[in-house]
């Protein structure tokens, strides 16, 4: 980890260094960007064949008849899980389904004024697609993260793909109920959600991170399938003046170890505790090649001229994971994708069993967007619902609206429903006889 300083002789290089931070984002995607354009263009073009052609490649999948998971496999890995690790995805599972029903919104209408009812309905997308990788760690974690709130929301076919699936991920599976599950990743996974194939019916929305191929692959399919976010690397930011060293070590090293590109940084107004914060990241990451990479690329400790600037700081790097000193610092925290209170909030009971959902914005992202959620699984379809006396108490003022616009159409379509008689309209006629 680096030292920096943003007074003093450091200050222009502690600028530069935050400015070059609030501009990271997706800019590695651009380097595989022309292999993924053709994977996802054959795909998409030619279906299955090219498909099992890069699973095959890719993948290493054996043959096509591979290709689809079955209830028996997924059954047979929850069966041969020790009791305890079974107690650790049930209790998980809970949380998260927990977390995700109380966040699950409703369908409401109300009247503002007589004759008029607005409100909204809420629907679940028709199908998803939960991308689970796989490859320098499973994650079965990341199956319940996208999973579960798809199921909270009503969401009536969910397809799993996940490249050469952990016997973990093929539990969890299980313990969800899940009935299509497919062993494929990378890009033409993607592309398959996207286009659909012979094999695979394609999906509304894709969901869940991947390597820079896959979340490539979901930007360029993103017109033409819904896609949740694009994931890059893991971020942790810890804020803090008066926190453990040796505790604050251990979640910058934690989230460290997910990935050699992963940000990790430190800030602080004290000097002496941010050197004793890079002291033991160096020790606690010693026999941890991965969070070692990541800490000497990306890891930082940022000593800070003033508590305010130190806030001033954390918002400006917007991060995916943030940790701060205690309860009354939320009313500071205006971007970031979870938060963590205080001492004992270790980052990664976020990652697999506090409820709320690990899939969350990075690359500054976190300001402007939420993490994944239940609401990444529904629509928000709005109602209105006019009687006589709603239209004309508003229907004067839309239609002079209307015509400020020059759309007389508009204000048309209103003043033909206020020039009616509706006690008229609303009126039988008398039969004659």
């Known amino acids: 980890m680096k030292?920096?300083?943003?007074?003093?002789?450091?200050?222009?290089?502690?600028?530069?260094?935050?400015?070059?931070?609030?501009?990271?984002?997706?800019?590695?995607l651009d380097t595989v960007l022309p292999a993924v354009k053709r994977i996802v263009a054959d795909v998409r073009k030619r279906g299955d064949r090219p498909l099992l052609r890069y699973a095959s490649k890719f993948d290493g999948l054996p043959g096509a008849d591979a290709l689809c998971v079955t209830q028996e496999e997924m059954a047979a890995a929850w069966g041969a899980l020790d009791p305890g690790m079974q107690d650790a995805l049930s209790t998980a599972a809970a949380q998260i389904r927990g977390f995700a029903q109380r966040q699950l919104p409703a369908s409401w209408n109300t009247s503002p004024l007589d004759g008029l009812t607005t409100g909204q309905l809420v629907r679940p997308l028709g199908s998803v697609g939960c991308y689970v990788p796989s490859g320098r760690h499973p994650l079965p974690s990341t199956l319940l993260m996208t999973a579960i709130p798809a199921q909270v929301a009503g969401v009536q076919r969910i397809v799993v793909v996940s490249p050469k699936p952990a016997p973990e991920t093929l539990a969890a599976a299980h313990q969800l109920g899940i009935t299509t599950f497919y062993r494929l990743g990378g890009a033409h996974a993607v592309a398959a959600l996207a286009y659909g194939t012979a094999s695979i019916a394609r999906v509304d929305k894709i969901v869940g991170p991947g390597n820079l191929y896959?979340?490539?692959?979901?930007?360029?399919?993103?017109?033409?399938?819904?896609?949740?976010?694009?994931?890059?690397?893991?971020?942790?930011?810890?804020?803090?003046?008066?926190?453990?060293?040796s505790e604050i070590a251990s979640d910058l090293v934690a989230q460290a170890e997910h990935d050699p590109e992963a940000l990790a940084i430190f800030v602080t107004t004290r000097e002496v505790l941010a050197k004793a914060v890079i002291a033991e990241t160096t020790l606690?990451?010693?026999?941890?090649?991965?969070?070692?990479?990541?800490?000497?690329?990306?890891?930082?400790a940022i000593v800070a001229a003033t508590a305010s600037e130190a806030r001033q700081i954390t918002n400006r790097l917007a991060p995916e994971h943030l940790t701060v000193d205690a309860a009354g610092d939320l009313?500071?925290?205006?971007?970031?994708?979870?938060?963590?209170?205080?001492?004992?909030?270790?980052?990664?009971?976020?990652d697999y069993i506090s409820g709320p959902n690990h899939t969350l914005p990075t690359g500054g992202m976190a300001r402007v967007r939420s993490g994944l959620s239940v609401y990444d699984f529904v629509k928000l379809i709005t109602v209105q619902e006019y009687a006589a006396q709603g239209m004309r108490a508003l229907g004067p003022r839309a239609?002079?609206?209307?015509?400020?616009?020059?759309l007389t159409g508009h204000a048309e379509a209103i003043r033909t429903r206020l020039r009616k008689n509706p006690r008229k309209t609303a009126s039988k006629r008398r039969p004659r006889g």
Do not use: H, Y
Request: aromatic share 4%; charged share 25%; with cysteine.
């Open 399 to 406: 239609a002079l609206l209307a015509e400020a616009e020059g």
């Open 3 to 28: 030292l920096i300083r943003t007074k003093g002789r450091g200050a222009k290089e502690a600028g530069e260094i935050l400015a070059a931070l609030e501009r990271r984002g997706s800019a590695a």
């Open 214 to 245: 896959v979340t490539a692959a979901k930007r360029l399919v993103a017109f033409d399938c819904a896609i949740d976010m694009l994931a890059g690397p893991t971020e942790i930011v810890v804020t803090s003046d008066r926190g453990n060293a």
């Open 331 to 350: 009313d500071w925290v205006e971007n970031a994708g979870s938060v963590f209170v205080g001492r004992w909030s270790a980052q990664p009971m976020g």
């Open 284 to 300: 606690r990451s010693r026999n941890n090649a991965i969070a070692r990479q990541a800490l000497d690329r990306n890891g930082l």
